[in-house]
């Protein structure tokens, strides 16, 4: 069976919405000319940080087709992470919402290669891969070439009509395909809630985020001790921040995600800062095997929690 471009495009993106992916963009594969002195200019600055990654594959983190050789399209998913029920925050510490449930590198991973199946069913073999914050990509960039949303001046991808609470994954691959306009409109405006909000100074400017003192990074990706009287700062998070997510205007439209595996487990809602403070090794591996909260290991978790008691 031989599908026009028109065809093809518009199966992927109804596949993608039967995987449960709320929102598809598809853009042309291209060199990011424009992102390249923003990006050279942040890493030459160290707002990096200590994620020596962020300086890997400079050339393919601005070209996809360094990636994918022969690519042509880069097809963009979004996956909604607000939960259905949060975690009580009184007389506990907190994690960030997307961590709650299955580490999402495995769910969107999952979603994408029976995806890149279905394309190949009707397309025949293709070159192609799929990422999910696991290769050098400017994710954000491509969603907003896609029609997805804008970046916000948090940083974070913003959709007009839920909200920023989104995981985003990619598929590059060698076909043509039609192509969604870019998201040229910034509806942040005048708002600075979130830089306002945010208790480290990490958002040092309107779109520009200094890792080094962003509370995700200090909480997942920091391996050293923490800067003197960070304690009072990191306001009781342990994993991740969602400060600057959850004082955004336009996170008041977000809806809770249908994805059973997304969802918190019992033993994670039930957790109280007693149970933190006492979790064992074994606790520890049971509530967060397949979690994202595993990446930080057990003594890193541990050393969150002493500081900010």
Not at 62 to 87: A, F, H, M, W
Not at 223 to 240: T, V
Not at 247 to 275: F, Q, S, T, Y
Request: charged share 30%; aromatic share 10%.
């Amino acid at each position: 069976m031989t599908l026009s471009k028109t065809e093809l495009t518009q199966l992927i993106k109804s596949k993608a919405k039967n995987l449960g992916f709320f929102d598809t963009g598809i853009s042309k594969a291209r060199q990011l000319k424009e992102q390249e002195p923003i990006l050279r200019s942040w890493l030459k600055e160290s707002m990096h940080g200590e994620m020596q990654y962020m300086e890997n594959h400079y050339e393919k983190r601005l070209d996809p087709r360094k990636l994918v050789e022969g690519s042509k399209s880069v097809i963009t998913v979004l996956q909604n992470y607000y939960p259905d029920r949060e975690i009580p925050e009184e007389n506990n510490y907190k994690i960030s919402k997307y961590a709650y449930g299955e580490d999402y590198h495995i769910l969107i991973k999952d979603k994408l290669m029976e995806l890149l199946r279905e394309i190949e069913s009707v397309a025949g073999q293709v070159s192609a891969r799929a990422f999910t914050d696991s290769a050098p990509i400017m994710d954000k960039v491509w969603a907003r070439e896609g029609g997805l949303g804008w970046i916000g001046k948090n940083t974070c991808l913003i959709n007009k009509k839920q909200g920023s609470f989104f995981f985003i994954g990619q598929v590059i691959i060698n076909l043509e395909l039609e192509y969604d306009e870019p998201f040229l409109a910034d509806h942040c405006g005048t708002c600075d809630l979130c830089i306002k909000a945010c208790p480290t100074g990490a958002i040092i400017k309107p779109f520009q985020l200094d890792a080094r003192k962003c509370i995700s990074y200090l909480t997942i990706e920091y391996r050293n001790a923490f800067p003197e009287g960070s304690a009072k700062q990191l306001q009781n998070w342990i994993f991740g921040c969602d400060i600057c997510q959850d004082v955004c205007p336009w996170n008041k439209k977000a809806i809770a995600h249908k994805e059973e595996r997304l969802r918190a487990p019992d033993e994670l809602v039930r957790m109280r800062k007693p149970g933190w403070d006492n979790l064992s090794k074994d606790e520890f591996d049971k509530i967060f095997n397949t979690s994202a909260v595993s990446r930080v290991k057990y003594h890193d978790l541990m050393r969150n929690i002493q500081e900010v008691q």
